[in-house]
């Protein structure tokens, strides 16, 4: 399977797993929010919200136009830390995981 292909597949897991565990907000934060200049937008947004509203919909925008995609990225230590005490932790690490994988395959 080609990397794109692959990474949609791994998105579309995260939004699931994401929102079995009760992980996905209905309502976007506010755009001051989204704006964070810190990385994963610590300073504003949960873990599992910087998924849900930065990383996923970033990198669906770079799958749908065909830009090129990263070449290398690991969130899956910043996910373990922030995540540890949360419901579906395990699931959504795996995810994570394989993202990171995929991304260090070049």
Request: proline share 7%; net charge negative; glycine share 0%.
């Amino acid at each position: 399977m080609d990397k794109p292909r692959h990474c949609q597949l791994l998105l579309d897991r995260l939004t699931t797993v994401l929102q079995t565990h009760e992980h996905w907000d209905v309502e976007r934060p506010p755009v001051e929010a989204l704006n964070s200049n810190q990385p994963f937008a610590i300073d504003t947004l949960r873990c599992e919200q910087w998924l849900q509203w930065i990383f996923i919909p970033k990198l669906n925008h770079m799958l749908a136009m065909k830009m090129a995609l990263p070449a290398a990225f690991e969130i899956s230590p910043y996910v373990e830390e922030a995540m540890k005490e949360a419901k579906g932790y395990r699931a959504i690490l795996a995810v994570t995981r394989e993202l990171d994988q995929l991304f260090k395959s070049e």
